[in-house]
């Protein structure tokens, strides 16, 4: 990283502080010379293209004028011949020698006239013919050689002229062009005979010549050079001769070059002009309108434009003229103007360099003072570079400092840099920086002896080819998060990483860095599969669990036309089995009568293991035949059943209850309890039976029944008839006892202690559980306060329902307790089950977290058992972890439930979480979970349940009392054999 520049290693000089090779002044006249130039050349362009148009746009109208006046010298021509051909029987004699077809007479006739038409009107043959078509007499030159057929078809003109009886007109091109005219002889008002009038077009084109004072060609299309003419009037390109042509010496020339350079119907459509020994022409040609059978003819206008075109010329130099003397003017006044403010500026900008080498005070002594009065912007540069030099100054002298302080927080930097490769090296996570294209750029030592490669093997590789086996790469566009996956290490052991990305930005190359970090969790994942196997398995048996067979009930009694039958068993005096040879029996029997179970039903049914000695049958699309048929064959097979445990055998049997859908129960709750009323009526018959409700009347008898208790728990909640027992919890640091739960228990009828077992169930059922639970809320508060008083320390646990926390006015009332009492809610928890948590998992988290913000604590119950993962371990914000006591119960006996144990209590902690666990039975379990680190234990090892006047009867003494001692409780009790209703 390069350090800031001292001003004693600046450079003296760089080529870039030389005076520059154009000054600004030079470079404003050369920018404003170009662009004044280019104005200049654009008007006198513009001017001469403008001059151009003007001329072509009058050229045009006298092309048009020239065409026109050539069309009408053509037809007056014409109108001429038929006029004087007209006249001819007014000669004298004529008409009756027309008559009489007498050629001597029409030559007498006309010979004395022939000399004046030839001379004067300019005809060059006439010919007389009778009302027959007879030929009477021919003066003149023919045109054309007959002997040749390229003579005119006179005779078919006088027929057709003789028939129609009206003139007719041709013009016929062969050497030379001629207009004829035919015209009828009318003598005394009869047809007497016609007469043929021809005529050079050398007059009509003389005339046009004097017309538009444009000299006249006359072109005949001939392949070949006519001999009759000189060679040089032959134009091959053209294929045509020049019969007429006007000024021929110099126009003959002009008409050679054109035919070389345009083809003839180019100046049929537009004229053309032409440079030829310094004069310009311009050429433009007339097609002839001949008769049919005749040569094809063009009439040719050669037009000297050269008094225009240098007129023009003329215009243009005297408009590029007055252009550049514009631009000179401009340019002189420009420079005057510059002059002085530019030679200013460039001795200011001569001390600049100076600034860059630090001569601060010779800049000032250089610029001076500036003016006061008449300020330009060259003042205003002068009092800013003065000002400059001042900062620059100043700043130069704190780069000074701040590059101090740099080289000392680099050297900081170091040390740091050198502390987190450390930490990274010894890190035991996978540590990986990668590029957008997912190029490895950097790997700690973890990583590398993961997957056996060296740093320099790995560098440059793809991240998920090294690190995920191959894997897809992610999807474009998708935001790096985090993601679990397979990874084969160099002991070739399957691995699951689990990986957090986070992109990382780099302000030096502005490329942006992936870090990975990557976690083995391959014994955490393994825990969690064992988990969720638990949340729908029962893990002495390997049935399904309560759960699942719930599930499968709902799923198999969904559809309205579904029938089927639950089996609901109980064993008979297990609980003596258990009290004589231990749990460890009882469990081996259980597992016998799993296994008798799965042998009978086999794929016709679902076995379940509903809890502690209770299972489930559910038989899909059965009728009360094959469900009773079933029930008998289950109380047979399990009379079989036998388990050997020293010199004795211990068998059972089961009660059996039968209940059919949706005969006895149309929902699966019905159907349960119609179940469980039939098991209890096939105990009451004695052991090893089974029972079917006959009619729907004895299930609205358990109904009834379920009904009285009811109303007696509304009663019991109105009368207080409800009482509170504690039972501690002994912190294993340092066997010290500040923690109680608080259990319920109701007083019956006759006034003996109901479990909650019996009547929590109906009050939830009946949702009077939410005001059960408002009940024991408040007394555990109101106990909490008088506690306080001489405890500060104790802190109280109470269960809460599913309802309760579901309940929208929860927050409210334990708020406004809290506030009523005074009492530090930090010493308050609420216990709540997995079921309780994710029936509506949201808004469990948001009212749980509401309450936290009161300083309540909240404890996960039965935790391993209701979690299929630890995705609410991870996002509830409980701060205990109850393990459930099924797992506690045989731990010193139970390899895998110390396993999981093991797991569960690590991973608890992990998330930050202090650990409970519940069914502590004997000293050789308390060892173990101290070894583990659990923080509480609960059971009847430790203590059974109390009455509050019990477990806290001297406190409350010694507060009625304001005494101001501190009674401590005992820390443990001596070891009792735990019942199997459980410590709750």
């Not at 030559?107 to 038409?117: C, G, K």
């Not at 030096?508 to 970090?517: D, L, Y």
Request: charged content about 25%.
């Amino acid at each position: 990283m390069p350090g800031p520049v001292h001003p004693s290693t600046r450079p003296t000089r760089t080529s870039r502080s030389r005076r520059p090779f154009l000054s600004l002044k030079w470079r404003a006249l050369l920018l404003t010379s170009l662009v004044l130039l280019g104005l200049a050349v654009m008007y006198t362009l513009l001017s001469h293209a403008n001059l151009n148009l003007q001329f072509e746009q009058h050229r045009e109208v006298i092309h048009e004028r020239q065409a026109r006046e050539s069309r009408v010298a053509m037809v007056s021509s014409r109108e001429h011949l038929q006029q004087l051909g007209s006249l001819l029987p007014s000669l004298s004699g004529m008409g009756p020698a027309l008559q009489r077809r007498d050629r001597s007479a029409v030559a007498a006739s006309f010979d004395p006239q022939w000399p004046v038409i030839q001379l004067e009107v300019g005809i060059d043959e006439v010919l007389i013919f009778s009302a027959e078509g007879e030929h009477l007499g021919t003066w003149g030159e023919p045109l054309g050689h007959p002997e040749r057929g390229a003579a005119p078809p006179i005779t078919d003109w006088i027929r057709e002229a003789l028939q129609q009886q009206a003139p007719r007109h041709a013009l016929w091109c062969e050497t030379r062009c001629r207009q004829y005219a035919i015209v009828p002889l009318l003598v005394e008002g009869v047809l007497g005979g016609a007469v043929v009038l021809s005529r050079s077009l050398a007059e009509v084109a003389l005339n046009a010549q004097r017309i538009s004072g444009s000299d006249i060609g006359l072109l005949i299309h001939r392949a070949h050079p006519d001999p009759d003419l000189v060679p040089e009037r032959h134009l091959a390109p053209w294929s045509g001769n020049v019969a007429i042509l006007t000024g021929e010496l110099h126009t003959r020339p002009v008409l050679h070059a054109a035919s070389k350079l345009w083809p003839l119907e180019t100046l049929v459509h537009s004229p053309r002009q032409l440079d030829w020994q310094d004069q310009h022409y311009e050429l433009t040609a007339l097609p002839l309108e001949v008769t049919p059978g005749s040569r094809a003819g063009h009439l040719l206008l050669i037009s000297d434009i050269t008094e225009q075109m240098q007129a023009i010329r003329q215009d243009t130099r005297t408009a590029l003229a007055v252009a550049l003397s514009g631009w000179l003017a401009a340019e002189l006044l420009l420079l005057g103007i510059l002059w002085g403010p530019m030679d200013r500026l460039r001795r200011l900008s001569e001390q600049l360099p100076l600034l860059a080498r630090g001569e601060f005070q010779a800049v000032r002594r250089a610029v001076g003072q500036p003016r006061r009065q008449l300020a330009d912007e060259i003042d205003l540069m002068d009092v800013v570079t003065l000002d400059l030099s001042s900062q620059l100054e100043a700043l130069e002298e704190r780069v000074k400092a701040r590059d101090r302080e740099l080289s000392a927080r680099m050297a900081e930097l170091g040390r740091q840099r050198d502390f987190v490769n450390r930490l990274l090296d010894t890190a035991r996570v996978i540590i990986v920086t990668h590029d957008a294209g997912g190029r490895i750029t950097l790997v700690n030592a973890y990583g590398q002896s993961l997957v056996g490669l060296s740093a320099d093997e790995i560098r440059g590789q793809r991240f998920r080819d090294i690190f995920m086996n191959g894997g897809a790469d992610q999807a474009s566009g998708e935001p790096l998060s985090q993601e679990e996956t397979a990874l084969l290490g160099s002991d070739r052991e399957p691995r699951t990483v689990a990986w957090y990305h986070a992109p990382l930005h780099n302000a030096e190359t502005g490329n942006a860095t992936v870090i990975s970090v990557g976690l083995d969790v391959t014994a955490r994942k393994a825990a969690e599969e064992r988990l969720s196997w638990l949340a729908s398995h029962d893990p002495l048996t390997n049935l399904p669990n309560r759960r699942a067979f719930q599930a499968a009930m709902d799923k198999a009694f969904e559809r309205p036309s579904a029938r089927g039958a639950i089996l609901f068993l109980d064993l008979d005096q297990f609980k003596d089995i258990n009290d004589f040879s231990g749990h460890q029996s009882g469990d081996q029997l259980l597992n016998l009568v799993a296994e008798a179970l799965e042998e009978v039903v086999g794929a016709d049914g679902m076995v379940a293991r509903l809890g502690g000695d209770e299972f489930g049958i559910l038989l899909r699309d059965a009728e009360e035949p094959q469900a009773t048929a079933l029930a008998e064959r289950v109380a047979r097979r399990l009379e079989r059943v036998a388990l050997p445990v020293g010199g004795l055998r211990h068998r059972t049997t089961a009660s059996v209850g039968v209940a059919l859908f949706p005969r006895h129960g149309d929902n699966p709750l019905d159907l349960m309890a119609s179940a469980d009323l039939a098991m209890y009526q096939a105990k009451d018959a004695g052991p090893g039976h089974w029972h079917i409700l006959p009619t729907a009347n004895k299930v609205r008898e358990a109904v009834q029944e379920r009904v009285y208790w009811v109303e007696y728990l509304r009663d019991a909640l109105a009368e207080g008839k409800f009482e509170l027992f504690a039972q501690p919890l002994l912190r294993l640091a340092d066997d010290h006892v500040n923690h109680y739960e608080l259990l319920v228990r109701m007083r019956g009828p006759n006034g003996e202690l109901v479990s909650p077992g019996r009547f929590i169930p109906i009050a939830e059922h009946s949702r009077q559980i939410v005001e059960l639970d408002r009940w024991v809320l408040r007394e555990a508060l109101d106990l909490m306060r008088r506690l306080h008083r001489s405890r500060p320390d104790l802190h109280l646990a109470v269960n809460l329902s599913a309802h309760s926390l579901h309940s929208d006015d929860l927050y409210d009332m334990l708020a406004k307790e809290l506030q009523r009492h005074r009492i530090d809610a930090s010493h308050l928890t609420l216990e709540i089950t997995e079921t309780a948590a994710v029936t509506d998992f949201v808004k469990a988290k948001g009212m749980i977290s509401r309450i936290r913000e009161l300083g309540c604590h909240f404890s996960l119950d039965d935790f391993g058992v209701g979690f299929s993962s630890f995705h609410y371990l991870r996002q509830l914000p409980a701060s205990f972890v109850k393990i459930d006591g099924l797992f506690i119960r045989d731990l010193e006996r139970n390899p895998d439930d110390r396993l999981l144990v093991q797991a569960m209590i690590n991973i608890a902690h992990g998330f930050g979480k202090q650990t409970v666990a519940e069914y502590v039975g004997s000293a050789e379990v308390l060892e173990l979970l101290r070894e583990y680190g659990v923080t509480y234990a609960q059971g009847f090892f430790i203590s059974h349940p109390m009455p509050i006047s019990e477990a806290f009867g001297q406190i409350l003494a010694a507060d009625e009392q304001r005494g101001s001692g501190v009674i401590r409780l005992p820390t443990n009790t001596s070891p009792r054999s735990p019942r199997r209703s459980g410590s709750k």
